[in-house]
């Protein structure tokens, strides 16, 4: 257990719609980042958030939105879903160069 | 190359070593990791290694870095079935605060009895 939580675990919706995912750091990390994994692109790194501000951006569509806040969670907000965002997204929490990775959470868009 | 490159498959035989190699696009990255992800669960970090050693031993685990060439290696010794598993290496490019991981395709990992 790595002490990451996520919720939900899994998500069924339908295109066009909205979706928010939940991630709550280790006790005491500072830093989240979110992660997609899908068959075609594999691990890919979306956003980071440390102590409530964006840090880092990566492959983040514009349709993708996150935020952390002062009790340090994170949300991840998917918007105007497509079938290709079907993926698992995760979450990673950390205090420095070690990042820890909650369960994730499954999103199937039919 | 642009990418992160490992190997897709790897098969040993219980109780030989299993050799997990990958070869990282940045040489001017810190920190090089090895993470394991078993069927339905999320990643687990193995180990890793700064950029500034050579290589790095825990328990089982062997990280070797060829900065030189950016080859990282694992090695798994005594290799057991729960082991079996998908074997990511990482790359953490150098940024200002943020140590956002690049990723390589997985290795699978299948142990035979």
């Known amino acids: 257990d790595s002490g990451v939580t996520q919720t939900p675990k899994h998500l069924i919706t339908a295109t066009g719609q909205r979706v928010t995912l939940r991630c709550s750091p280790r006790s005491g990390d500072l830093s989240v980042y979110w992660y997609q994994q899908s068959l075609d692109q594999g691990l890919q790194f979306l956003i980071q958030?440390?102590?409530?501000?964006?840090?880092a951006k990566g492959n983040i569509l514009e349709r993708f939105s996150a935020q952390q806040f002062p009790d340090l969670h994170s949300e991840l907000n998917l918007s105007s879903l497509e079938l290709g965002d079907s993926a698992l997204y995760f979450c990673?929490?950390?205090?420095?160069?070690?990042?820890?990775f909650g369960p994730g959470t499954r999103l199937t868009v039919t | 190359g642009e990418d992160v490159e490992q190997s897709l498959f790897l098969s040993v035989r219980e109780g030989d070593s299993s050799v997990i190699n990958c070869t990282y696009t940045d040489s001017s990255s810190t920190y090089l990791y090895w993470y394991k992800q078993e069927p339905g669960a999320g990643l687990q970090l193995l180990t890793y290694i700064f950029s500034n050693m050579d290589m790095k031993q825990d328990q089982r685990l062997t990280v070797l870095l060829n900065k030189k060439d950016k080859h990282l290696s694992l090695r798994i010794a005594d290799t057991q079935t729960g082991d079996s598993a998908i074997y990511f290496c990482a790359e953490a490019p150098p940024g200002a605060g943020s140590y956002q991981l690049t990723f390589g395709k997985g290795t699978k990992l299948s142990v035979i009895p």
């Open positions: 990673a929490s950390s205090g420095g160069y070690e990042q820890y």
């Open positions: 958030y440390y102590n409530g501000e964006e840090r």
